[in-house]
């Protein structure tokens, strides 16, 4: 429906000629129409994801990022994921999870998981979407075991410091979630970081519910109550301890894609 009406507004063929900047200056509803419609008259694939990827930037600056995304996803689903786009692979992955698709996200996965093997020829290096290739499940994503979660934690030493424990903060929150363990030596700079501002937690009351839905094997309780549990703020690293909550139910009463797919949604929020 959004592309309809994305399709129904006239522009000059100026606008789309130019349209990166045009949408830029005018970042609004008509901006992201316009983003559109030129990435729609794109016939070649990366000419098309060139489009998108600068679109995204300047959503990511301005505002209107999941606008921008759920437009976008007739055009990132008609995509395949070859290795001439592997420039765009996480970008395409990431906006396909915000949206809820995720098996054409999975394939984007596998290409970069692939494409990064090829160049290591190793395949126990972990990589950039290595954290959502574990968390999806994908093919050849190996164990995330001490020495490669190590590897991956030594390979973000290029961040700051803080951005550096915030992912790690989330990624291997959702690891135990899913009672992977993670050695208590990478868990050491977490626990010594300051507290995170605004973190939410669920009601006692709502804790203590979900854990007796689950020990009962009442599966529409336990789906109800984790998403009480979630609450507005939904699947985000501000909301990671009802998030940790409610895949641990989802996992229990058998709905383990379910699950993976709220720690997907949590891992592309926090910019894994």
Known sequence: TLVEIYSAVPFKAAELQDALKQAEEQWSGR???????????????????????????????????????????????????TSELAWFAGTAAR???????????????????????????????????WPLAILIGAEGS????ATALETWWQGRDREDAAAKIEAARVFFTLLDAFDVAVPPGLWAPILGAPPVQGMRNP???IQ????????????????????VALGN???SPNNLNAVNLAIRALSQV??????Q??????????GL
């Not at 797919?261 to 926090?270: K, S």
């Open 95 to 129: 906006t396909l999870i915000e949206v809820g698709e995720f098996d054409y996200a999975r394939k984007w996965i596998e290409l970069d998981l692939r494409l990064a093997h090829e160049n290591s020829g190793t395949s126990d290096v972990p990589h950039d979407m």
């Open 254 to 259: 058998g709905l383990k894609m379910e699950a």
């Open 208 to 227: 203590s519910a979900l854990r007796r839905a689950v020990a009962a094997g009442h599966r529409g309780e336990a789906v109800a109550l984790s998403l």
């Open 261 to 270: 797919r709220i720690a997907l949604e949590t891992a592309v929020a926090a």
């Open 142 to 145: 190996g164990e995330p075991n």
């Open 233 to 235: 703020m939904g699947p």
């Open 31 to 81: 901006g992201r129409a316009l983003l559109i419609r030129a990435a729609e008259r794109q016939n070649v694939s990366a000419a098309r994801a060139e489009v998108l990827q600068a679109g995204f930037k300047i959503a990511r600056a301005k505002g209107g990022l999941r606008v921008l995304a759920v437009a976008s996803q007739p055009m990132l689903k008609a995509m395949k994921p």
């Open 203 to 205: 009601r006692a009351d």
